[in-house]
């Protein structure tokens, strides 16, 4: 297979980060104006266990962080395979859901179930903390304080937060509406030839799993050994 280097991601890496940095700040302010309803502290891992996908923007920008931060060895095998089964968990469940809606199930009742699933993050330490924590996603970084997503709040189930009172409350369809553009714009950056590869959705897993390569945006054809796009690496 021809081999082509892509485009440095950094510029669109750092308008990431500052993204970051901003949802940070907002569960701050949350938590300084109302220390005695957050109740996360080291040692808390119930966020990594919650169901939720990455837009390409957060999954290439963790498997880069992941790949400088475990070069080949035994500790990298070892996450790569939590990742594996964890993943094929995923699978069976996303199939559910599919075969729940394709039944026409109530939405609301298939969302609330997806809720009620846990499945342990691969980048979670025996310790209980995230390997990757500088690293994690948006969607790490303001669990813990009250969320809204399609006019409905929600928050963590260890939070000190009573229902019906007024908190300030993360949009998360503005953090995901800037991620969608930063997904645009970093295929766009690296040339990418299938046109809905911005929109792709994968969880933690997947997103350790996959070969962020040329031949996963289509500017070459995969070999007969690979996978093609989400094609998985050790």
Known sequence: MQTIVLPDPAPVFERYERLLAEADALFGRVAAAHPECVSCGGGCSDCCHALFDLPLIEAM????????????????????????????????????????AQKGEDSDAIFASVGRERCRCPLLGDDERCLLYNQRPATCRVYGIPTAIGGKGYTCSKSRFEPG?????????????????????????????????????????????????????????????????????G
Request: glycine share 8%; proline share 6%; aromatic share 10%.
């Open 165 to 233: 009172k007024p908190y300030p409350t993360v949009q998360m369809e503005k953090i995901q509406e800037r991620l969608a553009g930063l997904s645009l714009d970093l295929s766009q950056l690296l040339g990418a030839r299938y046109d809905e590869v911005h929109t792709v959705l994968v969880p933690v897993s997947m997103a350790l799993l996959t070969t962020y390569d040329a031949a996963y945006f289509g500017l070459v054809k995969p070999s007969a050994k690979s996978s093609g796009r989400g094609g998985r690496h």
């Open 61 to 100: 920008y963790l498997h880069y962080s992941f790949s400088r931060a475990f070069p080949l060895g035994p500790e990298r095998s070892a996450i790569l395979e939590r990742a594996g089964d964890i993943d094929r968990h995923i699978h069976k469940i996303k199939r559910s859901v599919f075969h729940a």
